[in-house]
């Protein structure tokens, strides 16, 4: 079994900087073995990708709306992964989520890929 915590979510204004970690335990070393994915929900959307690392960590993907501005990344030694977001904007204000897929067959961009996920991080961005 395999849990995911995310943190580091709050309150910024615009333009500011936040890091996401995502704190992940089992019986392997999650961020090794899996690849790992944020997504982000705001109230009365749905649920959209905002960036993927694959399990080796050679290969990172992001929306086109976070491009230049967010960076994903892991820490194997301590089993977690980052959301490294810059230059917020107000549209980035949403409950991020941080998920573990053991496969990358059918694409790190969709949701249904992943098998772990976790309970969410608030983040609010004010103009």
């Known amino acids: 079994q395999v849990q995911l915590v995310e943190s580091g979510g709050g309150l910024v204004q615009a333009g500011g900087s936040l890091r996401l970690s995502c704190a992940a335990s089992g019986r392997t070393t999650v961020t090794s073995n899996y690849a790992i994915g944020w997504f982000r929900q705001a109230p009365g959307q749905e649920r959209e990708f905002v960036a993927a690392i694959s399990w080796t960590g050679g290969s990172t993907y992001y929306a086109d709306s976070v491009k230049g501005r967010f960076t994903i990344s892991k820490d194997n030694a301590k089993n977690t992964g980052y959301l490294q977001m810059n230059s917020l904007k107000v549209e980035d204000s949403a409950v991020y989520y941080c998920?573990?897929?053991?496969?990358?067959?059918?694409?790190?961009?969709?949701?249904?890929?992943?098998?772990?996920w976790g309970q969410g991080t608030q983040v609010t961005v004010s103009s």
């Open positions: 998920a573990a897929a053991r496969s990358q067959v059918m694409g790190l961009r969709i949701g249904a890929t992943y098998d772990y």
